[in-house]
């Protein structure tokens, strides 16, 4: 999932429930993107280096608006309860942006090799 | 005064007629649909060259690799123009042997064949993301069927007879060995209906990634309120899956094509996954097409059954 993040938020890489993901509501689909490739890249890749954060980044800024534009990648996980409900939580993995170089330094700090 | 009666056909009969018919009478109904299937699967095969082509443009690392990138190092495809270039010759390819002037170039019977392998290098330079579909498959067996038909038959009715008769049995294998990995996956409990919920979820989070929001339509909502509705959604679409291989026989081709018609559309409604092209392609497939051409326009000295 994708959150567009304004030019005065600060950055969070706390862990939350689904319902409590900060920053604005962004949709992968205005990019041309589709969310199963968002959703394996970021699942299914195991060392995040350099050309890893640049390839996420091509991704989904390979077509970029004319308005700078911040957006962090986070990765959900469900997991049935006991209580036969479905627990989302959300990871902030990456940040990517226009005006940002695709960085080490962008990515949650747990994931930095 | 004695009855002439007709010899008692068995139900099923012999696979290879069921699938293919050779031996049986042509009819303008059949010359108009084989047509009709070739360029189904020839659109398709473009179309799909061209959307995969343009969104390999966008792919800057490979995560995995899946199918052919296995055994070659497919990275060649990224960085550069080369897939609109395939898509191109694809689509130039196709178009040679639609319009049976693949005999008169150096490819020759070859045309469908290559370009089914350039289709092949087309999807495992787009799916090197970690996860390839199987939402083209019906067309890519079409597809190989024709290029296998080019090449196994000189006579343009076999060709096409087999070409139909290849995607009816990929078909029923493949969805029957569908409903099997299933089965060694998880037994009969892969139809617990805690299983809907959990890709209903999955889901509702792609459609959040995808458009920003989510709302579960009625259907979806009726499935998360009741297991029991849910468990019965999975255990229509495991039992249909396992009886798929009726499609290889006449007498329950149609019924069969249409209960997996009814599984495509439970799976759009309930987890919002459309394969439209196989969805057309059952639609071409479920009907018999030849024989309401042949009633609505008979040939001279043919009787349409």
């Not at chain 2, 000189?154 to 294998?173: E, H, M, N, Q, V």
């Not at chain 2, 071409?284 to 040939?299: K, M, Q, S, T, Y």
């Amino acid at each position: 999932m994708v959150r567009e993040v304004s030019p005065g938020d600060s950055i969070s890489w706390e862990v939350t429930p689904l319902a409590d993901v900060p920053y604005l509501p962004y949709g992968v689909r205005s990019g041309g993107v589709d969310p199963i490739d968002l959703a394996n890249f970021v699942s299914k890749t195991e060392v995040w280096d350099q050309d890893r954060v640049a390839a996420l980044s091509l991704m989904l800024l390979v077509e970029p608006p004319k308005e700078p534009l911040r957006l962090m990648v986070y990765r959900l996980r469900a997991r049935l309860t006991e209580e036969d409900s479905v627990a989302i939580t959300a990871t902030p993995y990456v940040l990517v942006g226009t005006d940002l170089e695709p960085a080490i330094r962008h990515l949650n700090p747990a994931l930095r090799p | 005064m004695t009855t002439l009666v007709p010899p008692k056909q068995p139900f099923f009969g012999n696979l290879w007629d069921n699938l293919f018919g050779f031996d049986r009478p042509d009819s303008r109904g059949q010359r108009i649909f084989r047509r009709v299937f070739e360029a189904f699967i020839g659109v398709g095969s473009i179309w799909l060259a061209w959307y995969w082509g343009e969104y390999t443009l966008r792919i800057g690392d490979i995560v995995l690799e899946l199918g052919l990138a296995r055994y070659i190092d497919i990275s060649f495809m990224h960085g550069n123009m080369l897939p609109i270039w395939n898509a191109s010759a694809i689509t130039a390819l196709i178009l040679l042997g639609f319009l049976r002037i693949d005999r008169w170039t150096p490819f020759g019977r070859w045309v469908y064949m290559a370009a089914m392998l350039l289709l092949m290098l087309q999807y495992a330079a787009r799916f090197v993301l970690g996860e390839i579909p199987h939402s083209s498959n019906l067309v890519g067996m079409g597809l190989m069927g024709f290029a296998l038909a080019e090449l196994l038959f000189k006579d343009r009715t076999a060709g096409g007879r087999f070409a139909i008769g290849f995607s009816y049995f990929f078909i029923g294998l493949g969805y029957t060995l569908a409903a099997v990995s299933k089965l060694v996956a998880r037994g009969l409990t892969w139809a617990d209906g805690r299983h809907l919920w959990m890709w209903i979820n999955e889901k509702a989070v792609d459609e959040v990634a995808r458009s920003g929001a989510v709302e579960l339509n009625w259907l979806q909502q009726f499935a998360m309120d009741h297991w029991w509705a849910a468990t019965l959604f999975l255990a229509f679409g495991l039992i249909t899956e396992a009886l798929a291989w009726l499609v290889w026989f006449r007498r329950t081709r149609h019924i069969a094509m249409w209960v997996v018609m009814a599984l495509h559309i439970g799976i759009w409604v309930t987890m919002d996954i459309l394969f439209a092209l196989s969805v057309y392609e059952i639609l071409l497939l479920g009907l018999p097409w030849a024989v309401f051409i042949d009633r609505l326009w008979p040939e001279r000295g043919l009787v349409a059954k």
